[in-house]
């Protein structure tokens, strides 16, 4: 069965760089929600969308951005990067009150 | 706010041990409470949920029964096997509070040694 799929996998990036995550949810699944996992840490819930507008608003920084777009695709945009924005990056689909997690991006920043 | 407290890590059993992760909750609704399973390296996982007062989940022989009166979620399970080693997370969702739609409120993980 098809499930969440994310890119890139891992990604590395210097201070103040921008990076782009992207997240390519379940067919006919309509919501998406990112999440933030430093290390050792459980998962910080950051924003989500429905139907391509946002839903609800966690503790995303203001230097982070994100849509969902026609095709139901998520991107999470963050820009002057720091360094504890180090951190596995997850998003979840769903179509209803059961999440499914995509295996998350691992971004270093240096 | 809602929130899910658990308790800390690490746990260390020796395979075939019972288990116990103590998980309970504040919400100020009626939330959904769920377990996910975050292997070595990998995603969240959802092992089991429930989403009523009384409701048990249960899942690869783990069970964990909403408790309202305690607020509580614990997850047990009655024979643990060195591939049960893994990070449990428990968690909440609260669609009553408004916004809240489905987001997951984790608890801080407990970590789960299983030994030969």
Redesign the interface.
Same mark, same amino acid.
């Given at each position: 069965a098809a499930g969440v799929i994310q890119s890139p996998r891992h990604l590395i990036k210097e201070k103040r760089e921008t990076a782009t995550l992207k997240c390519y949810p379940i067919p006919r699944h309509d919501t998406v929600y990112w999440y933030q996992q430093g290390p050792g840490q459980d998962p910080q819930f950051l924003i989500s969308f429905y139907e391509k507008m946002q839903s609800d608003k966690g503790s995303i920084p203001d230097r982070f951005s994100a849509q969902q777009f026609s095709d139901y695709h998520s991107e999470l945009n963050m820009s002057s990067l720091e360094l504890g924005d180090s951190a596995l990056y997850f998003c979840a689909s769903s179509s209803g009150a059961k999440l499914f997690f995509g295996p998350g991006t691992r971004l270093t920043v240096t | 706010g809602d929130s899910v407290t658990q308790m800390e890590g690490p746990v260390t059993l020796s395979e075939e041990a019972f288990l116990t992760i103590n998980c309970t909750y504040t919400a100020t609704g009626y939330p /959904?409470l769920f377990w996910?399973v975050q292997y070595p390296g990998? *995603?969240?996982?959802?092992l089991l949920?429930a989403?009523k007062a009384d409701d048990k989940g249960s899942n690869k022989g783990f069970e964990a029964t909403y408790r309202k009166e305690t607020t509580s979620f614990h997850l047990e399970k009655g024979s643990v096997q060195v591939s049960d080693s893994a990070v449990y997370?428990c968690a909440l969702?609260d669609?009553s509070v408004e *916004? /809240? *739609?489905?987001?997951?409120?984790?608890?801080? *993980?407990t970590s789960l040694l299983v030994t030969p």
């Open positions: - | /959904s996910y990998e *995603g969240l996982q959802l949920k989403t997370f969702s669609r *916004g /809240s *739609g489905y987001a997951l409120n984790f608890g801080k *993980g």
